[in-house]
């Protein structure tokens, strides 16, 4: 004869640890029920490699009184003028520096977001001073001294 009030359980293995960070995963302990704490990496999905110092929330709201930085004029025609002298486009600058093109194209109009790393690169690439005193003047490289 058979128990009809017994009950028999039968259990899988846990997953190893790199199964259950799949979204599928995921999906299905929320419906068991189960208690799922995720987390989102800030900029995980990006491959930025420059962070804004500023509060981005609060600049993409822009009052009156809080505006984002942006290159001034005369250093985005210094850059323009720079590229030109040495017969780069701006593509070409973009991929000394490692930066997109877009990048080039943002700082030459003067809508771009001043980085220092940025600026220090092109600086070396171009051979001119774009910050502080001597703005527009050829900058000493350390190796080029004589």
């Excluded at 025609?77 to 070409?92: A, C, D, F, W």
């Excluded at 000394?96 to 070396?124: C, F, H, S």
């Amino acid at each position: 004869m058979s128990d009809w009030d017994t009950v028999t359980v039968l259990k899988k293995r846990a997953p190893k640890a790199s199964v259950m960070k799949s979204e599928q995963a995921v999906n299905a302990a929320r419906r068991q029920g189960i208690a799922v704490d995720t987390q989102l990496k800030w900029g995980a999905s990006s491959n930025k490699q420059h962070v804004t110092t500023k509060n981005t929330a609060k600049l993409d709201r822009e009052t009156e009184e809080l505006k984002h930085d942006t290159i001034p004029l005369d250093v985005g025609k210094l850059i323009q003028q720079g590229r030109q002298s040495k017969n780069m486009s701006q593509k070409e600058l973009a991929t000394k520096i490692n930066e997109k093109p877009q990048v080039i194209t943002d700082y030459e109009a003067g809508k771009g977001i001043p980085n220092n790393v940025i600026l220090g690169k092109i600086e070396r690439v171009l051979g001119l001073k774009l910050r502080g005193k001597g703005k527009g003047k050829a900058v000493q490289l350390l190796g080029s001294q004589k």
